[in-house]
């Protein structure tokens, strides 16, 4: 288990540092830096001297190594455009992102799994048919599409939910946070339901295929010679059973999510990370890209983690794998 | 005498499929007396395993009994409904099968799937159940059952596991246990073992064995009776020791004459020629004439009928002929 | 010769054809009214794009034929439309039917590049991949993994924000186009990498690549031939549904302003020029190519969704 762990945290840091290398080659080689950061006026010597200030002329893994050192203390330099520290810029916006992934990844599992149960097990009622068309439609339309969609509806004809922005927000501590008030809760509604709607429709029919697999296996036709009950059969063994690759996906998913909320934020003009990473794509704001490239990577790469840890509390098989090794 | 236990008539099983209605079992009959252990052998596709699932009530669809009736300890069991035939699975008919290794739910212990079926069957509370468990996984041979049934299916051996397996099957003290091909997925070295520790079980309990096999071998060792399967039919069926001794159906001498024996000086095994045919493809009259060496006039007209042949019963065109229609 | 020859492949063709009318894929095709119309739908958009051109009403991309004064008009049957504007214009006065017609044409024209793309550089390194095994495997299966971690809509952003980084402002709109594909491609390559490697790895142990390296044919060569047609199956499932895939991510570029630019758009770029109006009561600019992205990727979906049903029988 011990050794498991230290494996997969070491396997982790290795993705961690690729990651930390595009974002500096991005960083370093995309557009000159100091291009970006002075007029057309600045005379050779002056950018000679920016260069040098900015150490641009060391040696390329000495600055590989103050990347990576400064993001580690947080630290992405300043913002090309906005002439601010990516750190606090990005530090501003992130409990937005959080918070509508948070609730987003939460409507698609409490609305997803039971969905996917049911048409596993009623694989021909009219109903699981009808859920697994509406979960093809939901795969098919884009996410951006859904959200004009839900706007359309509940924003502009009926006029019951806002269309944009976070609504009032509290201050609690560093965070601002829109869960303790109306109007922070409205918001959060449809901007939730625009990015949970795939990875419902994704874990609906995850657990629909995995309960369609799991129920022909060996293991539940012997608990059905057994005589166990239709519910012990399906819930007791096949639903376990089936967990556990739901889990991981799940969890691999809210790394998705998170990305996914890019183009929420844009729809809803929703002040988090990813409408500030867009902003910095179309402008080439190469600072902010790598500090969201590098967060994002830590982010999946924690995820990841988590997620072989739960599966590994889950699935007693591995842990004597790792035991074992 | 006294009604047998299990009593199986003219089963019929049938596939829809897009092309056509494919028979898979044709018009099988026979019985299996308490205590009794019936082996039941053919090719892979004669319809053994088939008919074992049609008697628990798990035939996968679209595969569906289409005809003929399943009387179990007197009671017609093939139209019952789901929760009827559920309280007798595992509480008067069990079954075995194929894979131990994945038979048994890797994510729960031994232990809980023993305990879950015995009070699925039998009014235990957990100590007692628990108890019970411990003991049957003493009876069938697992070493130290006190610890070993809170270990995982993974850390047993397939034959360990396949003991689990029966472990479970014997857990509510059924009348019947179905075993299909119990030993196929094991080492040769531990078939032999698994096979004596089901007969022993069996006959301490008078639980009567339903034994689907392709190998002959074990059949030998360990049926009292053979009914021997052949493209969805009962080709031939007897007492083991008569079958051995002298087979009366062509296909079940072709059966014998390829088993390896010490006894035998031949130097070759004898092979029947060709192969049973496709479910689409079962020729007309008896199905076995196109390889069998003394098809004759009516083989390829009409099926044969089973007959009484000595003290066994054969479908075959050389006897049915000499008794008129049985 | 060629008299003698000619024959042989008709015969040959018609029993291929008679075969494939025959097989269960093409029976489970004629079950299901469903996928028959999906199929319907995706040639209508598949002839639309192609023949845009010459069947659409307008051309949008012509400045000079646009009139500002026609913009907003709305569809035909509302209270101000014309019939001359069926779907109705956007701002810039564009005929939206004609546009919806142009645009399928470019978002497809990008779906399919980069899906080739993807596909080919996929089942090229597979193949390296696993026919070499060692170092090269472990670097490519390794970039696999973690790129996999990744949702490939950031892929795309963060390939087409840096490539476009590249190229000077001037030069942009022009290589959006090319931008994208490379961007979407590089995306989706994984997938068929994946498929391709792990069938290369049961083929190379076959006795007949063996025996090809004996006789000193080239067993790469050889491989090819016979991996191939072993894959195309999942491949075939993986393009039907990377199209959709892609024709979502270019839509979902265009629609954030990174993608295909306002002056040639696609359904993405139209959708979001619409937005702005959906709040003045000018709803038709969003809807229509909205509608008409949603239904080619359902019906495309549609079309995967079956085939790869049809092609696993685990599942039938």
């Known amino acids: ?325 | 005498m006294s009604q047998p236990l299990l009593q199986i008539r003219d089963l019929v099983i049938e596939f829809p499929t897009r092309r056509a209605l494919l028979r898979a079992v044709d018009q099988i009959s026979f019985d299996i007396e308490a205590g009794e252990v019936l082996g039941v052998v053919g090719e892979s596709g004669a319809g053994k395993s088939l008919t074992g699932a049609a008697i628990i009530g798990l035939l996968e669809p679209p595969g569906r009994i289409a005809g003929g009736e399943i009387i179990f300890a007197g009671q017609r069991i093939d139209n019952l409904d789901h929760d009827q035939m559920r309280k007798l699975r595992g509480k008067r008919i069990a079954m075995i099968f194929q894979d131990p290794l994945t038979s048994l739910n890797p994510l729960y212990r031994v232990g809980e799937q023993l305990v879950e079926t015995i009070q699925t069957h039998l009014p235990l509370n957990n100590t007692e159940a628990r108890e019970r468990a411990i003991a049957l996984l003493d009876e069938v041979g697992i070493p130290a059952p006190v610890t070993r049934i809170d270990g995982y299916p993974h850390q047993f051996s397939g034959g360990m596991r396949q003991r689990v397996v029966i472990a479970l099957a014997l857990a509510a003290e059924p009348d019947l246990i179905i075993a299909d091909e119990p030993t196929t997925a094991l080492d040769v070295s531990v078939q032999a073992q698994i096979i004596s520790l089901l007969k022993n079980l069996c006959k301490n309990r008078g639980t009567a064995v339903m034994l689907i096999t392709h190998d002959m071998g074990v059949i030998a060792e360990t049926a009292d009776r053979v009914a021997v399967l052949y493209a969805g039919q009962v080709a031939e069926i007897g007492k083991t020791q008569d079958l051995i001794k002298s087979p009366k159906h062509p296909y079940t001498s072709g059966l014998m004459s390829s088993i390896p024996s010490m006894e035998s000086d031949e130097d070759r095994l004898i092979q029947i020629p060709g192969s049973m045919p496709r479910l689409n493809a079962i020729p007309q009259g008896c199905s076995f004439h196109p390889r069998c060496s003394k098809a004759f006039g009516p083989c390829t007209e009409k099926r044969a009928p089973l007959v009484d042949v000595g003290e066994s019963r054969a479908a075959c065109w050389l006897y049915a002929a000499e008794n008129g229609n049985g | 010769m060629s008299d003698q020859t000619a024959p042989q492949i008709d015969i040959v063709e018609k029993g291929m054809l008679a075969r494939a009318l025959d097989s269960d894929i093409f029976f489970s095709f004629r079950q299901s009214k469903i996928v028959m119309a999906a199929a319907v739908v995706t040639l209508i958009y598949f002839s639309m794009a192609l023949f845009a051109p010459w069947i659409a009403p307008h051309n949008p991309f012509d400045l000079a034929s646009l009139d500002l004064m026609d913009g907003l008009t709305p569809p035909a049957w509302e209270e101000d439309g014309v019939p001359q504007f069926l779907l109705g214009t956007d701002d810039q006065g564009r005929d939206l039917l004609s546009t919806i017609m142009y645009g399928s044409r470019i978002s497809l024209a990008v779906g399919f590049a980069s899906v080739a793309f993807a596909a080919i550089l996929g089942i090229t390194l597979g193949l390296i991949s696993g026919y070499f095994g060692g170092f090269i495997d472990t670097v490519i299966m390794r970039i696999a993994d973690i790129q996999l971690t990744f949702p490939s809509i950031l892929i795309a952003l963060l390939i087409d924000g840096t490539v476009s980084g590249l190229f000077p402002e001037s030069r942009r709109e022009d290589s959006a186009f090319w931008v994208l594909v490379l961007a979407i491609g590089l995306s989706f390559w994984v997938q068929y990498a994946r498929t391709v490697r792990s069938s290369v790895l049961v083929e190379k142990e076959r006795e007949y690549v063996q025996a090809a390296k004996l006789i000193g044919l080239k067993p790469l060569i050889i491989m090819f031939r016979h991996v191939l047609p072993n894959v195309l199956g999942p491949v075939l499932v993986i393009i039907t549904i990377n199209l959709a895939l892609a024709v979502i991510t270019e839509a979902t570029l265009s629609f954030l302003g990174v993608g295909i630019p306002v002056t040639q758009p696609s359904l993405g770029t139209m959708i979001r020029i619409g937005q702005d109006f959906l709040f003045s009561g000018e709803w038709w600019i969003t809807i229509f190519p909205g509608a008409a992205l949603a239904i080619l990727v359902l019906a495309v979906n549609l079309l995967g969704d079956w085939l790869r049903d049809a092609l696993n029988p685990k599942l039938r």
């Open chain 1, 1 to 325: 288990m011990l050794a498991f762990m230290i494996r997969r945290i070491f396997q982790s840091i290795i993705v961690m540092i690729v990651v930390a290398l595009i974002s500096f080659l991005l960083f370093r080689f995309v557009g000159d830096p100091v291009n970006q950061m002075v007029g057309i006026e600045t005379t050779p010597e002056q950018r000679e001297a920016l260069r040098v200030q900015l150490g641009l002329n060391d040696p390329v893994l000495t600055q590989f190594w103050r990347f990576i050192w400064g993001a580690a203390q947080f630290d992405f330099g300043i913002s090309y455009q906005f002439k601010q520290s990516v750190a606090e810029m990005i530090g501003k916006r992130a409990p937005a992102t959080l918070e509508l992934s948070l609730m987003s990844a939460i409507f698609a599992m409490l609305v997803g799994i039971p969905m996917g149960v049911y048409t596993g097990l009623k694989r021909d009622s009219w109903l699981s048919k009808f859920f697994l068309t509406f979960s093809l439609v939901g795969i098919s339309l884009p996410t951006f599409l859904i959200g004009i969609l839900l706007i359309y509806v509940f924003a502009v004809q009926f006029q019951v939910l806002p269309s944009f922005g976070r609504g009032e927000v509290v201050q609690v501590g560093f965070w601002s946070t829109g869960l303790l008030t109306a109007s922070g809760l409205k918001a959060l509604i449809l901007p939730s339901i625009t990015l949970g709607l795939f990875q419902m429709t994704l874990i609906m029919r995850l657990v629909r295929s995995e309960m369609l697999e799991v129920m022909r296996t060996d293991y539940i036709k012997f608990a059905r010679a057994r005589g166990l009950s239709r519910k012990a059969v399906n819930f007791g063994h096949a639903l376990k059973n089936t967990l556990v690759p739901v889990i991981t996906i799940t969890g691999l998913q809210l790394g998705s999510v998170i990305a996914f909320a890019i183009i929420t934020e844009t729809v809803f003009s929703w002040p988090g990370m990813g409408l500030l990473f867009l902003q910095s794509v179309q402008n080439v704001d190469i600072p902010i890209m790598a500090a969201y490239l590098m967060l994002i990577g830590f982010l999946f790469v924690v995820i990841n983690l988590i997620v072989d840890l739960l599966y590994v509390a889950v699935d007693p098989r591995i842990r004597v794998t790792g035991l074992a090794q």
